[in-house]
C-alpha cells in the first residue's frame, strides 16, 4: 500500500527545491567498466571518479537546498522501512541549489545554483569533481545524459548548453529561439532532448543532429518540469496552470491532459516500471497516477509548504519528495 516511510525533518536549514536518487551497484559498474574499457583506453582518459567506490549495494538521495547546499544522503531500508542517513553536506555554491541530478552509475552527482555554477561531486566521497561556470546568465535545471558523458542545462537567454562531464567544456548549445529555458530532459534512448520555456513552449531536438525537431504549444504558463516515459515514447509535461499533458513523441500529438493539483505542477516523474508517474506541486501535494488507466490512484499530504520535487527509486517502489518546509520524506510506491 502507499504509506509514509520516512520524513527527515530540517534536513536543509532553508527550503528545499530539488532531489534525485542514485543506485550505485559494485556487479552492474563492473561489468559496465568492462565494458567501456577498451573505448577508455583508446581515448586515453584516466577516471578519478571509480577510485574508492562502495562494495555494496548503495542507495542515495540528493537534495539541493536554499541554504547553499548540497546533501548527499544513504538511503538504507527494505519493503515499508527504512531511514535517510546524512553522509556529506557540501559546500562550494554560493546562492541557492535549484537543482540536482545523479548519474545512471549512481557514481556523480550534478547541481546547478543561482550562482550560475555547475558542480559535480563524487557521490560515495563527497568531493567536488568538476566547477563549470555557466556566465552571467545563469544555468537552471540541470539533467545527465543517459551514458552520463555530457550534463544539459537551460538557461534565461533560451538556450539548452550541453557540458562534458570529463572536463567540463561546453560542447554544443542548442537553441530554442524561446524565452528562458525553465526545464530540460534526457530521452532514455539518448536520442532526444526536450526543454520547456517560461511562456509554456515545449521544444524537442534531435542530439545527434542538433535540430528541433518539435515545437508543442500545450500550456499557456511556464513549463516547470518534463519527463519522457523509460521507453521514450512519451513526454509528460507539467506547468503552472495546474495541468499536466501527454504526448507522443513521434508524432508531437497529445495524447491527454490531466488534472488534479490545485496549483502550479512543480515536478513530475515516471516510475522506471512505467506502472506509475508522481506529480508534486505548490498545492503541498505529491500524487501518484496510473499510467495506463491515466489516473490518480493516491495523493499524499504530508508536506506542509509547496512541494518542489518528487522523484521515483530506480527500483520504481520508493518515492522522494521535498518542500519548502525543510522536510525530506520517502514513501512506499507498491510495485
Not at 516547470?224 to 508524432?251: C, E, I, N, W
Not at 504530508?302 to 518515492?319: F, G, L
Request: aromatic fraction near 8%.
Amino acid at each position: 500500500m502507499f504509506s509514509l516511510i520516512h520524513k527527515k525533518e530540517s534536513a536543509h536549514t532553508e527550503g528545499i527545491w530539488s532531489c534525485a536518487w542514485g543506485l550505485f551497484n559494485p556487479e552492474t559498474h563492473k561489468n559496465s567498466e568492462e565494458k567501456q574499457n577498451g573505448e577508455t583506453q583508446e581515448n586515453g582518459e584516466t577516471n578519478e571518479n571509480e577510485e574508492n567506490l562502495p562494495e555494496k549495494v548503495t542507495q542515495y538521495v540528493v537534495s539541493g537546498g536554499l541554504d547553499d547546499t548540497v546533501k548527499i544522503w544513504n538511503w538504507d531500508g527494505e519493503g515499508v522501512e527504512g531511514d535517510l542517513t546524512l553522509l556529506h553536506s557540501l559546500e562550494g555554491h554560493s546562492l541557492g541549489v535549484i537543482s540536482v541530478d545523479v548519474n545512471k552509475a549512481g557514481t556523480v552527482a550534478a547541481s546547478s545554483s543561482l550562482d550560475s555554477t555547475i558542480r559535480l561531486w563524487k557521490l560515495h566521497e563527497g568531493k567536488q569533481i568538476q566547477s563549470i561556470d555557466c556566465g552571467p546568465v545563469e544555468a537552471w535545471s540541470v539533467v545527465f545524459s543517459p551514458d552520463g558523458k555530457h550534463i544539459a542545462s537551460g538557461n534565461h537567454a533560451g538556450k539548452i548548453n550541453v557540458y562534458s562531464t570529463q572536463d567540463g567544456q561546453l560542447v554544443n548549445t542548442l537553441d530554442t529561439r524561446g524565452r528562458f529555458t525553465y526545464s530540460v530532459a534526457y530521452s532514455d534512448d539518448g536520442k532526444l532532448i526536450a526543454s520547456g520555456a517560461i511562456d509554456g513552449f515545449i521544444n524537442l531536438f534531435d542530439i545527434e543532429s542538433g535540430k528541433l525537431v518539435h515545437t508543442l504549444e500545450g500550456h499557456a504558463m511556464t513549463i516547470r518540469a518534463l519527463a519522457f516515459s523509460p521507453d521514450s515514447q512519451l513526454l509528460l509535461t507539467a506547468a503552472d496552470d495546474g495541468h499536466m499533458k501527454l504526448y507522443d513523441v513521434k508524432s508531437s500529438n497529445l495524447i491527454c491532459t490531466l488534472s488534479g493539483h490545485s496549483s502550479w505542477v512543480l515536478s513530475v516523474d515516471f516510475a522506471p516500471d512505467q506502472v506509475h508517474f508522481v506529480s508534486s506541486s505548490s498545492d503541498h501535494m505529491v500524487k501518484v497516477w496510473d499510467f495506463a488507466q491515466r489516473n490518480c490512484v493516491h495523493t499524499f499530504k504530508d508536506h506542509q509548504d509547496q512541494v518542489w520535487c518528487a522523484k521515483y527509486s530506480k527500483d520504481s517502489s520508493k518515492i522522494v519528495s521535498v518542500s519548502d518546509d525543510k522536510n525530506v520524506i520517502v514513501y512506499n510506491s507498491p510495485v
